[in-house]
């Protein structure tokens, strides 16, 4: 029997796919379909290095799949697809771990989509489609919320009435929970020690940001809320501002309640505050060459980052070590290095040396001996999406 996983992530114009071994975690055919709906939709796929991209103009989310899987049959792959693992935003209080997907599941996850409006109804697209065209194999939801579900009372409620939880949800959940389960859990192997003996922050640094403490395998506490916005400064997103901030722009700036949570979603962090780009690479370079507004970005992003980081290992007890992961973690030697300085409170010394040469292809220790340990984990959601697919249906 195969042990290939077809994982799917379904958002509102797009659908990300990856066939994965679950054994492994080598993933031979991955790609993208996107801008679907509009007369310039395409399907890319990568195969061996190999780009292929097919035009699907108009298409949907249920003609970008027909299409997938046709060339899935062309290769000879889709008879090896065991299940389908689908990521799923937003469980809510509902799912505290992955699960096989059947009609009361659905409903569940369709109870979430006022948690998450943009992005639950896209996964659930996704996953009537796929269920209508690959019918013969089970279909398993994979929460971004799951994992922060053994946070206690004292981490997720927010200091206000009490009502506003029981009767609309209003605490913190925390998000990319796969990441973060992924990364605390390949560290604990490459140091050959239980995941259950180990206190550690993780710091998932891409275009979202998020740090999370794990406590003996456990989340217990995070910096994201009841949505992505909170906590970290991120591309786009502001992370953690003033809740009178919309009162004040709304009366002051004469803007909806609309424009503001535009503006902090889509116009701030990195982005708003250089001027130039969401994208820490290109603010890197401006930074370099002088551009005060980039070095303003950055420096503001990882003054935030050591704060919540210190924050966070307060409900530790004991830090382990802290983990950098994501695209600017796993990349960024000058931000990681930035952060640790910044945190020598907590007892780290960045060694210069493995860190600059740290990265997705030289994973592991960062800092001097002696030090608080920090490490670069290179995160594989769609490994750990196939891994809990694989479980629940073997
Ligand atoms: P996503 O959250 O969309 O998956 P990624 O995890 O790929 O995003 O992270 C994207 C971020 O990583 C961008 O800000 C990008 O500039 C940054 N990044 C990637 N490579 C580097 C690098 N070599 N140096 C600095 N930043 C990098």
Not at 177 to 204: C, I
Not at 233 to 257: E, N
Not at 361 to 387: N, R
């Amino acid at each position: 029997m195969s042990n290939n996983i077809l994982v799917i992530n379904c958002g509102s114009s797009s659908l990300k796919f990856s066939l994965v071994n679950s054994q492994t975690g080598n993933q031979p055919i991955t790609g993208l379909a996107e801008r679907l709906g509009d007369s310039d939709a395409i399907l890319t796929i990568k195969e061996n290095g190999q780009k292929q991209v097919i035009d699907i103009a108009n298409g949907s989310h249920s003609q970008a799949l027909d299409a997938l899987l046709k060339q899935l049959d062309e290769k000879q792959q889709l008879s090896t697809i065991k299940a389908v693992g689908h990521r799923v935003v937003h469980g809510g209080e509902n799912f505290t771990s992955s699960i096989i997907i059947d009609d009361k599941v659905l409903s569940a996850i369709e109870s979430c989509n006022h948690l998450a409006p943009l992005h639950n109804p896209a996964n659930l697209i996704g996953i009537k489609e796929c269920q209508k065209l690959l019918n013969t194999v089970p279909h398993v939801a994979v929460f971004d919320t799951a994992f922060h579900q053994t946070m206690p009372k004292s981490a997720y409620l927010y200091p206000i009435p009490y009502e506003l939880y029981e009767q609309h949800g209003v605490r913190r959940y925390g998000f990319h929970g796969t990441s973060h389960r992924y990364v605390s859990a390949a560290l604990a192997e490459t140091l050959n020690k239980p995941l259950e003996e180990l206190n550690l922050v993780s710091a998932h640094l891409g275009n979202g940001c998020s740090a999370t403490a794990i406590l003996k395998g456990k989340s217990v506490d995070t910096t994201m809320g009841l949505t992505p916005l909170e906590g970290l400064v991120m591309g786009t997103r502001s992370g953690d501002v003033d809740p009178s901030l919309h009162h004040f722009l709304c009366t002051q700036a004469d803007m909806t309640i609309d424009e503001v949570n535009n503006l902090l979603n889509k116009k701030s962090g990195l982005l708003g505050l250089s001027g130039i780009s969401n994208d820490m690479r290109t603010l890197d370079e401006a930074s370099q060459k002088g551009d005060q507004r980039a070095t303003l970005a950055i420096n503001v992003f990882c003054y935030r980052l050591a704060k919540q980081i210190a924050a966070l290992s307060v409900s530790l007890g004991r830090l382990d070590g802290l983990i950098f992961t994501g695209g600017i973690g796993e990349n960024a030697a000058s931000i990681r290095e930035k952060v640790l300085n910044q945190l020598s409170v907590l007892g780290f010394q960045v060694d210069s040396t493995h860190n600059a040469s740290a990265g997705k292809d030289q994973q592991g220790l960062i800092t001097s001996s002696g030090s608080t340990p920090a490490y670069v984990v290179s995160t594989d959601e769609e490994w750990m999406i196939a891994k809990d697919t694989d479980a629940l249906v073997a």
